[in-house]
Every structure is written in structure tokens, then in C-alpha cells.
């Protein structure tokens, strides 16, 4: 519950990274404003004795969110997909935050498959080890369906984490508020829409039919792509605190020199884990979000397997356009078109200078594309556009922060197993064959199909719509009336549009 009582444990958080060393660092990172500093010292300094000493081995800030549990761990691994919010340097720093901890009781699992899927744990599975991996939020077991013998991975909640969590993050929501009050600069942060994010991200992780219905649209989506596995939902025994899928059999993605024993091809496998995150980002609109090497395996016959479907991303069609037109766009150095994509889709007030904009997306990319081949990274040009995005008056779309940073941990991961990988030259087909199917013929009819279906949905309700409107504006008053007539020319028009659009729809389909 949110409320004042949360305030020992936002001096439990100062107390902490004050003796860890990290407070400066924090505030440094999200510009906090001298009272908001006095504020936040004055939680914590006086009672540092009573912080977490946590490891002195890590940096600063690693080291507090470590020593203050599984919450701020999560925190700290979503706000380094933040970079805008917490600056890049602090967003390198989370990215190394691990939240391997101590396992549970094995006892304690089998009481929570136990109460989930309501039999006993010999009656459906055979076998079921000690736990093989354990994170904040759940542990992993390896075991055997009873009925037919499949090895499979059986996900568990830590017992007691939905509270935990929960007191958490009323804890954060009420240190955003007071960031808001006491430093009315860092609203340009939206701090509190930054935990409604994490927020998100949590319930969907701590409800794991949420994580098993992502794995299941990721794999309908992703079923007839070569060369890539997910491992398999078994929905009979998965409920919300169990997660039950097939066992992913395969080779470490990050370990090069047992790929190499294998025999895979690294090369290969760079420009496939590249050009699959750009399928998947630009054709579906639905990716994994979190594609690092300990996400990813080789199996034998050389597919690369993904796992963990905690945090997708998500982009509608519009947005995929415009970011494929802004790739386009920097691929073929086409920077007046790259700014008015900008401004065509709002993402730029319309009182900035076209010109301006485009000469400033010119000094992003021409120093990319002076560097060799193999040294060009999307990742950077991205970083690069979003800072000049930003002096331009761009709002933060949390959507493109998520794919921006995917795309820096997907393009490390191709790098790691080939430096010299160019990745303008991998991309460039993905890109290009996404921009031909969306903003060709083959799109325009696409969308003049859908504007006939909508209108078909709503057709029975028009008239009623159009009569509601007009008594609206017939109760007006008498010096309004002009826009009255104004109303009924332009729904004139729009049905005359709508009805031409649908026609024509018709007669192309015919």
C-alpha cells in the first residue's frame, strides 16, 4: 500500500546506497536538483549504519541494488533499458546487474507444483531435480513428463515473491513522487511512468501464464523461421506460479570455443541472430527483449534456441514503418527523407526547422559511414539519433528505448561471435524487403482492405453515430452553428471516401 509508511524503506534504500558509495552516482544520473539532493541525503546519510555493506567488488551502483534484494535487482536490469532515463553510462552498468541468488528449498517447489496442478509431483513427472538455475523471481528444475518420458524445464516462483515485490515497488512509487515534488526538472524523466513500466514488467513476470501466453504468440509468429527453436509450452502443467516447456538441449550461445569444438559456423550464426531480431522486430512487431547470450543456445544441428520470455517488446505497424523508413532511410544516407519521416509521424514538433533537422541527422551518419565497413554499428547510430531526437523536442516513446536497446545487446551478442561482422550489410535485406511489402502496391491494398473491413464493422452503427453527433450540435449555441454545417459537409465527404475506398477495395479483390 502506498503511503508514508514507505518512507523507512526508502531510508533502508538511501542508508544503503550511501554506504555502498552509490547516492552521488544516482542522483548524478537522473540530474536531481539540490533539494531533491538534500532530500535523498537526508534519508539516507544519517542512518548509513543501518545500509547493506553488499560486495565491495562491484561498482557503486551494482553493489546497492545487489545488497537490497530481488526487487531492486529487477529494477536495476529494467532501468538499464532506460538509457534516456538513467544516462549511458549507469545503463552499462545495470546491464551487468545478475540476479543469481541463492535457491529455495526443493521441498518448497514441489509444494508449489503441488498446489498448482493439483497432483502430486511423482504423478506427473518421473523425475525432477535440484534446482539447476535460480534467479529473483524463480528457479529452474530439470525433469521428465511421467506420461511420455520428455525432458522438460519446470520454472517455479520463489515463495512469498508477489508481497515482497509488492511492498517494493509502493515503495518506489512513492521516492518517483517525490522526485516530481522536490525537482520539478526531472518530471522530463516521468518518473512515474518509468515505474508503471517496471510495474508492468513485474506482473507480467510474476504471473507466469502471462510469460507462457508471450512464449506461445512468439512461437506462432516465429514458426516457419529457418534456423531458430523455441522450446515448446506444456500448458497442461503451467498455471500462474509453475512453467512447464521443453527442455532446450544445445550449446551455450556465448561460448565460442565450444562452438568451435562443434563445429558451428560463428559467422554464420552472427548474421542469423541479427537478421532474426530484425524479422521479428519489423515483420511481427513482437520480440524478445531480452536476447543476450544466457537467453540463447546452438542446438546440435546448429538452430539457435531462445528462452525466457519475460519482457517482449512490442511495436504496432505504424511505428515499425516509420523506424524501417528511418533504417531506409540512414542505409541509403537519405537524410532530408530520414527528417520528414520524423516529422510526418510527430515524432518532432511541427514549429522545428525540416532543414535544421535534416543537417543534424547528417552529422549522426556521416561519421558512421566514414568508418570501416566492419566498424559501423546500428546500435550507435541509434544511441547518436536519439540524442539529437531529444535536442529537437522529441518526446521519449518507451517502445523505441526497448528496441534500441535490444538492437545494443543483439548487435554485442553478433559481434562476440564475429568482430568483424558489418552490420549495415546483414541488415540491409531484412530492411530493405520489410520497406518493399509495407510501403509498396501490395501495402496500399493491404491497408485499403483493412479501412473497408473497419468500415463494414462500424456501417450498422453510422447512422446512429451521425444522428448523436448532430443533436449535439443542434443543442449548441446559435453562434456555433457554422461549425454545424461545417460537421455535415465533412461526414459528407468522409462517407463519400469511405464508400469510393470500399468500391474500389471490391473491385481490386474481384
Given at each position: ?79 538499464s533499458t532506460r538509457p534516456d532515463v538513467v544516462g549511458d553510462d549507469l ?284 566498424r559501423i554499428s546500428m546500435a550507435r547510430l541509434l544511441t547518436y539519433l ?125
Open positions: 500500500m502506498r503511503g508514508p509508511h514507505n518512507i523507512w524503506r526508502l531510508i533502508r534504500t538511501g542508508a544503503t546506497l550511501e554506504r555502498a558509495g552509490a547516492m552521488n552516482v544516482v542522483l548524478d544520473a537522473f540530474d536531481a536538483s539540490p533539494a531533491l539532493r538534500f532530500v535523498a541525503r537526508a534519508l539516507g546519510l544519517p542512518f548509513k549504519w543501518l545500509g547493506y555493506k553488499g560486495d565491495p567488488t562491484m561498482p557503486p551502483a551494482t553493489r546497492a541494488l545487489t545488497a537490497l534484494g530481488p526487487a531492486y535487482i529487477k529494477f536495476g536490469q529494467v532501468l545503463a552499462v552498468q545495470l546491464r551487468v546487474l545478475q540476479d543469481k541468488l541463492p535457491p529455495f528449498d526443493t521441498a518448497l517447489a514441489y509444494r508449489a507444483v503441488e498446489q498448482e496442478l493439483g497432483e502430486p509431483v511423482s504423478a506427473i513427472f518421473s523425475e525432477f531435480s535440484e534446482p539447476v538455475a535460480a534467479a529473483s523471481i524463480a528457479q529452474v528444475h530439470h525433469a521428465r513428463l511421467a506420461e511420455s518420458g520428455e525432458e522438460v524445464a519446470v520454472k517455479v516462483l520463489r515463495p512469498g515473491i508477489e508481497k515482497a515485490f509488492r511492498k517494493d515497488i509502493d515503495a518506489f512509487y512513492l521516492a518517483a513522487r517525490m522526485a516530481e515534488i522536490f525537482s520539478p526538472g526531472s518530471r522530463r524523466l516521468r518518473p512515474m511512468e518509468v515505474i508503471e513500466h517496471f510495474d508492468g514488467v513485474v506482473r507480467g513476470e510474476l504471473d507466469l501464464r502471462l510469460e507462457s501466453s508471450a512464449a506461445s504468440e512468439f512461437a506462432a509468429n516465429t514458426k516457419d523461421d529457418s534456423g531458430f527453436q523455441l522450446p515448446e509450452i506444456k500448458w497442461n502443467y503451467s498455471g500462474r506460479r509453475v512453467m512447464t516447456l521443453g527442455w532446450a538441449d544445445g550449446l551455450p550461445l556465448g561460448d565460442n570455443a565450444a562452438l568451435d569444438a562443434a563445429g558451428h559456423d560463428r559467422v554464420a550464426l552472427s548474421e542469423r541472430v541479427l537478421q532474426l531480431f530484425l524479422q521479428h522486430a519489423l515483420r511481427d512487431g513482437y520480440f524478445h527483449a531480452d536476447m543476450h547470450q544466457g537467453n540463447l543456445k546452438v542446438a546440435a544441428n546448429g538452430d539457435i534456441i531462445a528462452y525466457d520470455f519475460g519482457i517482449m517488446g512490442h511495436i504496432d505497424s505504424y511505428t515499425r514503418r516509420v523506424y524501417a523508413e528511418i533504417l531506409y532511410g540512414f542505409i541509403r544516407r537519405d537524410y532530408q527523407r530520414v527528417a520528414k519521416v520524423h516529422f510526418e509521424a510527430g515524432y518532432v514538433p511541427a514549429d522545428k526547422d525540416v532543414d535544421e533537422f535534416a543537417r543534424a541527422l547528417r552529422a549522426v551518419g556521416e561519421p558512421i559511414f566514414g568508418m570501416d565497413a566492419t536519439f540524442e539529437v531526437t531529444e535536442r529537437f523536442g522529441m518526446e521519449t516513446r518507451t517502445e523505441l528505448i526497448l528496441l534500441q536497446r535490444t538492437m545494443v545487446v543483439v548487435e554485442g551478442v553478433a559481434r562476440s561471435l564475429n568482430p568483424h561482422i558489418n552490420i549495415w550489410e546483414v541488415a540491409s535485406p531484412i530492411v530493405t524487403d520489410y520497406i518493399t511489402k509495407s510501403l509498396g502496391p501490395r501495402a496500399i491494398v493491404s491497408d485499403l482492405r483493412d479501412t473497408a473491413m473497419v468500415m463494414a464493422r462500424f456501417g450498422p452503427r453510422l447512422p446512429g453515430l451521425v444522428e448523436q453527433a448532430l443533436n449535439r450540435q443542434a443543442e449548441e449555441q446559435p453562434e456555433r452553428r457554422p461549425r454545424f454545417w461545417r460537421y455535415i459537409a465533412a461526414t459528407a465527404v468522409m462517407s463519400g471516401i469511405a464508400g469510393a475506398t470500399t468500391i474500389a477495395l471490391i473491385g481490386a479483390l474481384l
